[in-house]
């Protein structure tokens, strides 16, 4: 049987025998109220909630479909009703009275299908005169559907893998791992004549570090650029052989995943001996390191991103440049889960204007950026690529034409893929979507003949590199 | 009313106060939580986005405001029921002023029905609130201007506090309370982000899910 009859995603079999399922909704809503922090909010929204349609002028889906299911408040207003209905006093009353509205398969299909058309970008929530967080409201709804196990089948298998499989939500074993990494030290040498170590487990380092681990099977420049800075840094850094992965769908799904989650990059952190958390370029994972203190208290290892620890280098001198530039265009797209609430912006602007000789921005920009479409964990779910490159990528699609540039730099691994997706799918094939240490990478002097070599971005290009492919197939060996 | 939004002003700082107890992180960005309130309290410079509708209700707020607290008529009563006055506005600004309340309620309407997503998201309650506004400012206007005013002076004045009675029973009990919980919406959303550390399991141990393969 299809499991894709009912959504436009997969789920998983078992999540269409489920029966009973508002009354567990409801029980699950309850047991979230009481627990966590949400009730306040939705008390406020529900009373508040002036229904001014200002969402709507800054929601790019809604902004392209013009379909009023589209509106984030109205699709909010679908979470809202069944507070009001069953968790306000006005509302038990009322239903007592008068009857109306009730809890039903059909209005929770309704609400499977909206919560996963937002990306809870929270763009809305800037022009939200209430305050309204939208965002909230779709990361909430998702988790309340998640315990009737309505999840995309793409995030439930990942995170499966995550915590109850090999450890790692791309299911990366630890001996592939690390050829991996002993193939890119290679091609160090190889192409910078230059001896750079992924360190393994050192016991006591500064950093432990987790990307995105889909970037050792797809974003092969990008750990090599990471793993650059730290070499000419001299940074103290090292990669867990107990939990390499900054991925957490826990943040768009499950509060009760992304706990586990956190707490397991927490414990590896703990395990090394080591005293911080450095993230690599992913917007969620960083957002859910953010996390951290949440679970960890007050003693909770510090959580820095790449580009952090990259422009904090950078201003200090202790990233040593060749004299050329990256001299193609280059513009920069702004991952929604580090940038929105304004907390960085600033450093990877200033690494790109000192590396790139034709540096524009996207317009809007930093916490008014328009999502790349694939966010909220959208991406992982190929089977609606056309909504995702379609109506909800038209705006970003239109925004990196008018830069007329020929490289976007998002440090995101969410962003990478959607917006290659987007380019590929809206007649922009000839855009180039990297990492930001990608051209880090490319401009840093090893103080070898090799990498002072000048070449032209095209010359980069066509010269041999660590192929996707060949990463890939050193894997599979 | 005062009772009303008595009773929601201190339901919503005894809430904030059991979010930030239970907030695993208490590090919370207090100064950007006050500069989006700040920026929501005074948003002038938000009206470039959908100018006509910002526009509209950014007056409609200057001047129902304004007037119900800055008529002399009304310092007066205050004078005169407890001894509190402040300094009170002309009673041609206070026109000037009312005509706009009266106009923007009015424009307010047409402007939520004529636009497609407004007119998507509108309750009943939406296009009948800027109208029950617009009554105790239309009578308020006939009551002092007599000469204009076609009705009886006394039954009048009896439409206008009667209507600005209505208005007070309903701003508790509708989005109208926006007028006394706006300050805190911002800290509010904001806070809802600061998870208590352990909500998660704790939900999963009621739902006995705790330990269940994922």
Partial sequence: MLTREKYSYYVEPSALEVT????????????????????????????????????????????????????????????????????????????RLFGGFTLTDEYLDEMAEEFYRCTACRRCKVTCPIGIDHGLITHLARWLLAEIDV???????????????????????????????????????DLYNVEIKFPFDVEGAE???????????????????????????????TIGTGNYDGINYGLFYSDRMMERIVNNVVAEVR???????????CGHATRSAWFIPTFAGLDAPPVVNCMEYAHQMLEAGKIPLKDTRIEERVTYHDPCNIARGGRITEEPREILRAICRDYVEMTPNRTRNYCCGGGGGTVSIDEIRSFRTGPMGKRKAEQIRATEAQVVVSPCANCKKQLREVCEDNELEDVEVVGLHDLLLKVIDFGTAESTATETHEEYQNREQPETGAVQSKIAE | MVLGL??????????????????????????????????WLFPVGQVRRRFFFSFTTLTFHVAVIVVPIFLAGH???????????????????????????????????????????????????????????????????????????????????????????????????????????????????ELAWHFPPDAGSKVGVDLGKEGQPI
């Fill in chain 1, 151 to 189: 999840i995309p089948k793409a995030l439930l298998v990942s995170v499966r893998e995550q915590l109850e499989g090999v450890g790692n939500t791309s299911a990366i074993p630890v001996p592939a791992l690390k050829d991996t990494c002993e193939f890119l030290e290679e091609e160090f040498q």
């Fill in chain 2, 75 to 189: 310092i007066a009563l205050w004078k005169s029921g407890i001894g509190l006055s402040w300094p009170a506005i002309s009673n041609g600004l206070a026109d000037v002023l009312t005509i706009t309340a009266v106009a923007t309620a009015a424009l307010l309407v047409v402007q939520r029905a004529t636009a497609r997503d407004s007119r998507a998201l509108s309750r009943f309650s939406d296009y009948v609130l800027p109208v029950v506004i617009a009554v105790p400012f239309v009578s308020g206007f006939l009551v002092m201007h007599p000469v204009w005013n076609p009705f009886s002076y006394d039954a009048t004045l009896f439409v206008h506090v009667m209507s600005g009675n209505v208005l007070l029973v309903l701003i508790p009990m509708t989005k109208l309370s926006h007028m006394a919980l706006l300050p805190t919406t911002q800290l509010v959303s």
């Fill in chain 2, 6 to 39: 008595l009773r929601h002003a201190v339901v919503t700082v005894s809430e904030i106060g059991k979010m930030v107890r239970r907030a695993g992180n208490k590090d919370i960005a207090y100064r950007q939580i006050l500069l989006a309130t700040v920026k």
């Fill in chain 1, 20 to 95: 009973d399922r508002p009354r567990k909704f409801l029980a699950a809503f309850a047991a979230v109220l009481e627990h966590s922090n949400y009730g306040a909010a939705l008390d406020t929204y529900c009373r508040l909630s002036a229904k001014c349609a200002r969402c709507a002028a800054s929601c790019q889906l809604y902004e392209a479909s013009l379909e009023s299911r589209d509106i984030p408040c109205r699709r909010s207003d679908l979470l809202f009703r069944v507070y009001r209905r069953y968790f306000t006093q006005a509302g038990v009353v009322k239903a």
């Fill in chain 1, 207 to 237: 950093y432990v570090f987790f990307p995105a681990v889909s970037d050792y099977l797809l974003e092969a420049d990008t750990l090599m650029g990471n793993a650059a800075v730290m070499h000419v840094t001299n940074g103290s850094w």
């Fill in chain 1, 271 to 281: 395990r090394l001996r080591a005293s911080k958390v450095l993230v690599g370029e």
